[in-house]
């Protein structure tokens, strides 16, 4: 079944950095768009940024807009968020999953986090 593991996420102050890592399997990682998602406490999972199959197009909420990096390697079935310039609005557990997911694309553990002083 698909499957997503998510790491790399912590505590840090802001302005500070963090590089968040997923590893996905059950499905053919190459052929998908992919993308990270987030959940602030108390707030509605969202889309921060996204990446084709073969990293051509990538695009980023507004919000990190300048920030985060998105990349990804086929090789490995991973995709990483490089989060510069950490703001406490940043402070969300994070996701993977398929950009164009469907209900049977279950959501991993994500990755918590924490940008505070």
């Known amino acids: 079944q698909v499957q997503f593991v998510e790491s790399g996420g912590g505590l840090v102050q802001p302005g500070g950095s963090l590089t968040l890592s997923c590893t996905a399997s059950?499905?053919?990682?190459?052929?998908?768009?992919m993308g990270w998602y987030r959940q602030p406490p108390g707030k509605e999972r969202e889309l921060v940024a996204s990446i084709s199959s073969a990293a051509f197009t990538k695009n980023y909420a507004d919000a990190v807009k300048g920030r985060f990096t998105i990349s990804r390697d086929n090789a490995k079935k991973s995709v990483y968020l490089q989060m510069n310039s950490l703001a406490p609005e940043d402070t969300a557990v994070y996701y993977c999953?398929?950009?164009?997911?469907?209900?049977?694309?279950?959501w991993g553990q994500g990755t918590q986090v924490i940008v505070s002083s």
């Open positions: 059950g499905f053919t990682f190459n052929f998908q768009t």
């Open positions: 999953n398929k950009l164009n997911r469907t209900p049977l694309d279950s």
